[in-house]
């Protein structure tokens, strides 16, 4: 069984490298590549058992390596986008100066608060709706402030300098609850209010509510028992509920919502409270988890500014989402005025979770469990006459994927629940849970693609084509055969195939779906490379690439494809020669194309035009992002193109250090999570690959591209000589069992140690320093 690529298909690679390994190509080999004997030091009666040590060991280190990650301000922010933000993945707070005003702003908004009025559109009907803000309000005029932003506590610290005296702050967030300490000194005092906002959708700056939309209904307050202040938001079908209380230099918020029940969340925002118990009990349970998040892996490269970036990315994508909590809106948990207050499936809520699988981070995929909650919605989403074996979802939605699929033949936009499926399907890959393989991706996935199915149709030519649909936000819609939808297609029929043979399933669309493989019309493509559809060249500027899917990320066109370079080449380069829409993911994700064609130093010449200031739409003084709104996909993408520098795994081959910027001599990786749910370990001094060491979590075959030269040492973990196979073009296949590490060098061994590297490029913190 092959894949688009011509190469086979991950989930089918157990067969054929057991062909391998048994067949003509050679026999197995003890120790090394290119049929070189074993070294010395392998061979005989002897093992040398080995063993990778850290230097991040311990809670200082990390702290310490961590501290320099910090972002830092000394003046006060005045905009969402510069300010500290903290969050746990449903509750975000942001801290900015109180427009206009002598005060402090901490936002209070939540991932669950939103709208239950479909008939009104994602835009308004079922969008994200804001909560309220706390102000902090000095008796002094600020003068300064001196404020840290700590990623291994996830706290923000530090203190305000007015003319009457200071307050000294920390704040965290931790089980939907913010929690605040503030102190004053000299002539200050704290004081707080709490400002409820309007339920209404922050889509208000740009229009109107749509015709018959009625306002909800104003908030009341009232005060608990206990002394709790509450303010309660009605709802159409539900409730928000926001609880604080006071005590001492302490003070505790949190925020419930409830659907279709209107009455729950006033109890669930008194309950968080009465979990948290005070300041420093929270914070202990809060630094626990956060400290545990932090140790899953590691990474340290020679840039100081964007080493500080990433690791800002991993404590953001962190803070904005956790595994059975809502997806991602636009802005993530932190909502602002914007048009976009809901999910966008076209693009950035792919974009908001690549990031997570290299990092070995899946206990934050809300993506993966939004699916596999939402099945009926799915299906509902459809038009009644496909519901019967099909399903989708709309441009937008609510964080329950309600929103209709138009239909092919209308210039619809139908693909975005299959590419969402393929964020998925690399969550499946990177961890190989069959449940998630069985449950969510080959049930969705097969609904998915069954809507594709009942519109194509036979030409001419004899080959299938899909009627009019539209590329993503591009202005000209195609008559037919958008490559943004073949492509998808493509890997959708594929993945099927395969999962249904690793799943052991005899399904009764296998034919269809081979035929469609054989059958479907080539991708459009004309002089300057990939066009948009059928007689749709690209022919101006925008900021999508969905045209150029087959190369980025569904890599069903490749480098390791010869006759396709120049191919790819020229629609990349003719992508960014039409300047003028571009925004920042159109820089992330030319970065990390350039980083499938080994080419590090483009790349990363791509990437740095994201936090060019020069550019229209940069990366923030807080690494957040706006457009007309907040856009948290961006920043977060920018981290992927890192990860695609530094480790890939398409195809079912592990790529170490493929597309290095040549100024990075010295990079580490420790437990970067790969497909087949392996995690690389390896270092990189001088610019040459010292050792690579790769433990397998799941049994599953290993091929290794590593770019070592001259004689390779590989040993299992108990000193023991693995058994490989040169596949060629660098790619050595190895045995390597569930539970077992292996570890691969050239020359005498090296040092086995995993350590932060020297900045050679040093950079300012983040924030206002």
């Known amino acids: ?163 009457a005296g200071t307050l000294t ?179 950035n809520i792919q974009l908001e979770y690549w990031l997570i699988h290299g990092s070995n981070h899946l206990e934050l995929d809300a993506l993966a469990t939004t699916l596999r909650q939402n099945q009926e919605q799915l299906v509902a989403n459809v038009p009644a006459a496909y519901r019967s074996d099909s399903s989708g979802v709309g441009r937008s939605s609510d964080m329950f994927a309600n929103r209709e699929v138009g239909r092919p033949g209308t210039g619809a936009e139908t693909g975005d629940l299959t590419w969402a499926l393929h964020n998925v399907w690399l969550s499946y890959r990177h961890s190989m849970d069959e449940s998630l393989l069985r449950d969510t991706v080959f049930p969705v996935l097969r609904r998915a693609i069954n809507y594709y199915l009942h519109f194509l149709t036979p030409g001419s030519d004899g080959k299938l084509h899909l009627p009019s649909t539209l590329s993503p936000e591009y202005p000209v819609v195609p008559p037919q055969d958008t490559n943004y939808d073949l492509a998808l297609i493509r890997w959708g029929c594929q993945t099927l195939l395969d999962s249904a043979e690793r799943l052991g399933v005899d399904d009764a669309s296998a034919p269809r779906w081979r035929e469609v493989l054989a059958k479907l019309t080539p991708y459009p493509v004309d002089a300057n490379g990939f066009m948009i559809g059928a007689d749709t060249p690209y022919a101006q500027s925008h900021r999508h690439y969905s045209h150029l899917l087959m190369v980025y990320p569904l890599y069903l066109v490749n480098w390791d494809q010869p006759e396709k370079r120049e191919l790819i080449t020229k629609s990349i380069e003719h992508w960014h020669a039409l300047t003028g829409a571009h925004r920042g993911y159109s820089y992330t994700g030319a970065a990390s194309m350039y980083a499938m064609t080994g080419d590090g130093d483009t790349a990363i010449g791509y990437l740095r035009k994201f936090f060019d200031p020069t550019t229209r739409y940069p990366c923030q003084a807080n690494t957040h992002y706006t457009e007309a709104g ?32 040549t100024a990075w001599a010295d990079v580490t990786l420790h437990d970067f999570r790969t497909q087949g749910a392996f995690l690389v370990s390896a270092v990189r001094k001088a610019g040459r690959t010292r050792f690579i060491r790769i433990r397998s979590l799941a049994g599953e075959p290993l091929q290794l591209k590593h770019g070592l030269s001259g004689r390779l040492t590989v040993l299992l973990d108990d000193g023991s000589p693995a058994r490989t196979h040169d596949l060629g073009d660098g790619v050595l296949s190895i045995e390597l069992p569930k539970g077992r590490e292996v570890l691969v060098h050239s020359g005498s061994r090296p040092d086995l140690v995993i350590a932060p590297v020297t900045v050679s490029e040093p950079g300012a913190a983040w924030g206002l320093p």
């Not at 006033?266 to 202990?284: K, Q, T, V």
């Not at 398409?650 to 290095?660: E, Q, T």
């Open 169 to 347: 702050l920390a704040a965290i967030i931790h089980d939907e609850v913010l929690a605040i300490r503030a102190r004053a000194t000299g002539d200050e005092r704290v004081v707080w209010t709490f400002h409820p906002e309007e339920a209404i959708s922050p889509r208000k700056i740009q229009e109107a509510p749509p015709s018959g939309y009625t306002p909800n209904p104003p908030w009341t307050t009232k005060t608990a028992a206990d002394g709790t202040e509450q303010v309660l938001q009605p709802l159409s079908g539900g409730q928000t509920a926001t609880a604080y209380r006071r005590h001492g230099d302490e003070l505790l918020v949190s925020v419930g919502h409830s659907a279709p029940s209107t009455t729950a969340a006033e109890a669930d925002s008194l309950r968080n409270l009465r979990r948290a118990g005070s300041y420093s009990a929270l914070r202990r349970k809060h630094t626990r988890w956060w400290h545990g998040f932090y140790r899953k892996s590691f990474v340290s490269f020679p840039d100081q500014r964007l080493q500080s970036f990433h690791w800002i990315q991993l404590y953001k994508v962190a803070s904005a989402s956790r595994a059975g909590g809502p997806p991602m809106a636009t802005p993530g948990p932190w909502l602002e005025p914007t048009p976009w207050p809901a999910v966008w499936w076209n693009l």
């Open 630 to 661: 907040p856009v948290i996909e961006t920043p977060l993408s920018a981290s992927q193109s890192l990860h695609d520098m530094f480790c890939q795994s398409w195809g079912g081959v592990i790529r170490v250090f493929p597309a290095v910027p």
């Open 1 to 163: 069984m092959t894949s688009q690529s011509g190469k086979s298909s991950p989930l089918s690679r157990r067969v054929v490298l057991g062909t391998a390994l048994g067949g003509a190509a050679g026999a197995a080999l003890p120790a090394t590549a290119h049929a070189e004997q074993p070294s010395p030091q392998v061979a005989g009666g002897g093992r040398r058992p080995w063993r990778l040590r850290s230097t991040m060991t311990t809670d200082n280190a990390w702290a310490g390596f961590l501290r320099q990650q910090d972002l830092l301000w000394s003046r006060l922010p005045t905009r969402w986008y510069e300010g500290p933000f903290l969050g746990d993945g449903l509750l975000g707070s942001m801290i900015y100066q109180e427009p206009g005003v002598n005060q402090i702003r901490f936002t209070v908004q939540h991932g669950r608060v939103q709208d239950h009025r479909p008939q009104f559109g994602s835009g308004w009907g079922t969008c994200r709706l804001p909560v309220g803000h706390l102000t902090l309000e000095p008796v002094g005029t600020v003068t300064a402030v001196n404020w840290r932003l700590s990623l291994w506590n996830a706290e923000l610290t530090g203190t305000v300098t007015t003319t």
